[in-house]
């Protein structure tokens, strides 16, 4: 059974798999190799079963009937959190027990595909944790992750970036980017900042007064 490093006193972001479109497997044993803690949804252990992977949490509400003691005989030692609440989604959940836990960031896989409404609500519903924890939500195709006010990294030319608001973002600057922007607003259903790019090896920065803008790193 592949298992992960351990890493100590958290060092390194938690993984959690959920339970939309698988990603390679190359790109889930790179986040497997330093994940200090690794958290799997719910009707998602089958998968992830299959795939020998060694996991630490089960979380969820376990309404399809999952033989749990078989997963802990399975999976020992295993952590199994049952939390019934039916207002959030498990992956809220699964945030909410890191934050408990005082872990500071989180990598998620198989956030993505799938079904177009758990796909749109895990990755918008990241905004609300903006101060509580950092979420990274990664397939084969992107990053997704919330931009604190202002962002600089280093990018080569022609690397797809995409700024997606969710609801309306203001103040929007932009540098080294294809289509700039300049103290301008984007608002999610009528002008995102969708499909840009890089213009040279270099610094991106990019700043906003309010609201709240992901950031999609884009491989095509």
């Given amino acids: 059974m592949s298992s992960h490093h351990i890493v100590r006193d958290d060092q390194e972001p938690a993984l959690i798999i959920a339970n939309g479109a698988a990603c390679s497997r190359e790109l889930t044993d790179q986040l497997l190799e330093w994940s200090p803690l690794v958290i799997v949804l719910d009707n998602a252990i089958e998968r992830v079963m299959e795939l020998g992977i060694k996991i630490d949490v089960l979380l969820g509400d376990f309404d399809g009937g999952l033989d749990i003691e078989k997963y802990k005989d399975l999976q020992y030692p295993l952590e199994v959190v049952y939390s019934p609440d039916q207002e959030k989604t498990d992956l809220e959940k699964a945030f909410d027990y890191l934050i408990e836990r005082k872990i500071p960031a989180v990598n998620v896989i198989w956030a993505t595909g799938k079904r177009a409404d758990h796909t749109i609500t895990n990755i918008t519903n990241i905004v609300r944790y903006r101060n509580l924890i950092k979420i990274v939500i990664l397939d084969d ?3 997704i992750f919330l931009l ?13 970036i995409s700024l997606i608001p969710i609801g309306k973002v203001s103040g929007i600057s932009t540098q080294n980017l294809k289509y700039p922007l300049t103290d301008e607003e984007l608002t999610i259903g009528y002008r995102t900042g969708s499909s840009n790019t890089t213009v040279n090896d270099g610094i991106v920065t990019i700043e906003y007064k309010k609201g709240d803008l992901l950031m999609m790193e884009c491989f095509d």
Avoid: R
């Fill in 141 to 143: 195709h992107s990053k």
């Fill in 148 to 160: 604190h006010q202002k962002f600089e990294k280093w990018y080569p030319a022609n690397t797809p």
